[in-house]
């Protein structure tokens, strides 16, 4: 099989498995386009990997729309469950059936929320890697955004040393520079500094989460929610994804 063959295999699978997007990259593009220390870089960690293949699934809009609320919770933990199982089925894939190392990088590469407060960085950013495997751009939220889901997606990496067709990096800027996530925050985290994305205290950011969590309802995701790119959103042009008395409802009860 050739590269190209190998990816459609490992893609079908992953569609069968639940991914709603998969793209892929080859692991010198975090040493061709540093943005993180290498340190971070795939190679560095596991020296046999040669790509990493992202899988992306949606969230959906009218949930989202209800944070911070039990409703989000259960889409936020039943995403993280599909992500875990997807990816852990993909490596398993490659490597019992098509006879390649492989391995997934958990989907959020840290300990506990309350970690983050200390040092506000994951093992691994998926984001980044869904920017280099083509999924989306990082928008000014410093979210990944789609074309497909706008930045309602979560994601998860396998890394592997198969051979794969690289996927294009997304040429187009998807972030429209509204400034919904700046200006809904609700701690006023993200802030204009000049530069193509907006400056953000994650410090900040992870207390709040840390702060709903305590009461039962988390994570935040309002900017995620605001933002108005992704097909997704055509669905409910002529419609509310959710009433204001919706949310109300949805954050009332049940956390
Ligand atoms: S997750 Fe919430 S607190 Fe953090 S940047 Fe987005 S809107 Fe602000
Ligand atoms: S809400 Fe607007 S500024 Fe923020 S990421 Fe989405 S498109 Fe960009």
């Excluded at 498995?17 to 870089?41: T, Y």
């Amino acid at each position: 099989m050739n590269d190209v063959e190998i990816k459609e295999k490992i893609c079908q699978k992953a569609r069968d498995l639940g991914a709603g997007m998969v793209r892929s990259c080859s692991v010198k593009k975090w040493s061709d386009i540093p943005i993180q220390e290498p340190e971070f870089w795939p190679e560095n960690i596991w020296p046999w990997s040669r790509n990493v293949i992202v899988l992306a699934i949606p969230l959906f809009a009218p949930m989202v729309q209800t944070t911070p609320s039990m409703v989000y919770q259960e889409l936020y933990d039943t995403s993280n469950r599909i992500l875990d199982e997807m990816s852990y089925r993909l490596a398993n894939y490659i490597v019992s059936e098509l006879g390649y190392r492989a391995i997934f990088f958990p989907r959020d590469c840290y300990y506990s929320i309350e970690v983050l407060t200390e040092n506000p960085n994951a093992a691994f950013s998926h984001v980044l890697a869904g920017c280099y495997a083509g999924i989306g751009s990082i928008g000014d939220s410093h979210n990944l955004i789609s074309r497909e889901y706008g930045p309602r997606m979560r994601l998860v990496s396998v890394i592997t040393d198969a051979p794969l067709a690289e996927d294009p990096m997304s040429e187009e800027d998807l972030c429209i520079h509204c400034g919904r996530c700046r200006r809904e925050c609700p701690i006023q985290c993200l802030k204009e500094n000049g530069d193509d994305i907006y400056s953000m205290d994650k410090i900040a950011c992870t207390r709040h989460h840390v702060g709903l969590k305590n009461d039962h309802h988390w994570p935040c995701g309002k900017c995620i929610s605001v933002c108005p790119v992704g097909e997704d959103m055509k669905m409910y042009r002529n419609v509310k994804a959710v009433t204001p008395e919706g949310m109300v409802h949805c954050q009332k009860f049940g956390s």
